[in-house]
T-cell receptor, first 113, second 113 residues
Framework: NAGVTQTPKFQVLKTGQSMTLQCAQD?????MSWYRQDPGMGLRLIHY???????DQGEVPNGYNVSRSTTEDFPLRLLSAAPSQTSVYFC????????????FGSGTRLTVV | QKEVEQDPGPLSVPEGAIVSLNCTYS??????FMWYRQYSRKGPELLMY????GNKEDGRFTAQVDKSSKYISLFIRDSQPSDSATYLC?????????????FGQGTRLTINP
């Protein structure tokens, strides 16, 4: 099925560990982004990309890295996990940087202990 | 002050009632006004959108934008238990050639049979 695929669905990390959250889309979308969703805070933009090789920071980029070597994939790397990064992470994509009607993945629930 | 304000609820109404969900905003540069629906443990999905001001109707759902008051609304007529979800308002403006999307906190809605 066409859409945005996120893996893993659940993850528990220890403080200081690193990991990569995977995001892939098969719709040839130009724009991809990562959000985190926390109670009372809504969805906040971490990083985004307007095409392969182009990334930029969002509202809450600290502690996260991204790269986009292909149109399809946009992984999010946690460099040294902290309890404050416990959250639900969503990847979203759009066919154009000028259209904000995003397609979201089903999310990754991350707990840092 | 947040750019987008949304009452998180929760809101609980009986089946068949008319539901009104609202958001206020402060950024007059917003161009697209959107409503996303998010079921429990799922990613948000685009429900409706309006460009600039005015009303838009889709079946039982009506979206309204009042730019003079910086106020948007989503009305659900003949509400059904399947409408139980969190509803997120979102608004975007064009920044450096890309639409930047800002979300409200989301309102959790329960329709009781």
């Amino acid at each position: 099925n066409a859409g945005v695929t996120q893996t893993p669905k659940f993850q528990v990390l220890k403080t200081g560990q690193s990991m990569t959250l995977q995001c892939a889309q098969d719709m040839n979308h130009e724009y991809m982004s990562w959000y985190r969703q926390d109670p009372g805070m809504g969805l906040r933009l971490i990083h985004y990309s307007v095409g392969a090789g182009i990334t930029d920071q969002g509202e809450v980029p600290n502690g996260y890295n991204v790269s986009r070597s292909t149109t399809e994939d946009f992984p999010l790397r946690l460099l040294s996990a902290a309890p404050s990064q416990t959250s639900v992470y969503f990847c979203a994509s759009s066919y154009s940087r000028q259209w904000s009607g995003y397609t979201f993945g089903s999310g990754t629930r991350l707990t840092v202990v | 002050q947040k750019e987008v304000e949304q009452d998180p609820g929760p809101l609980s109404v009986p089946e068949g009632a008319i539901v009104s969900l609202n958001c206020t905003y402060s950024n007059s540069a917003f161009q697209y006004f959107m409503w996303y629906r998010q079921y429990s443990r799922k990613g948000p999905e685009l429900l409706m959108y309006t460009y600039s001001s005015g009303n838009k109707e889709d079946g039982r759902f009506t979206a309204q934008v009042d730019k003079s008051s910086k106020y948007i609304s989503l009305f659900i007529r003949d509400s059904q238990p399947s409408d139980s979800a969190t509803y997120l308002c979102a608004m975007s403006s064009l920044i450096q050639g890309a639409q930047k999307l800002v979300f409200g906190q989301g309102t959790r809605l329960t329709i009781n049979p």
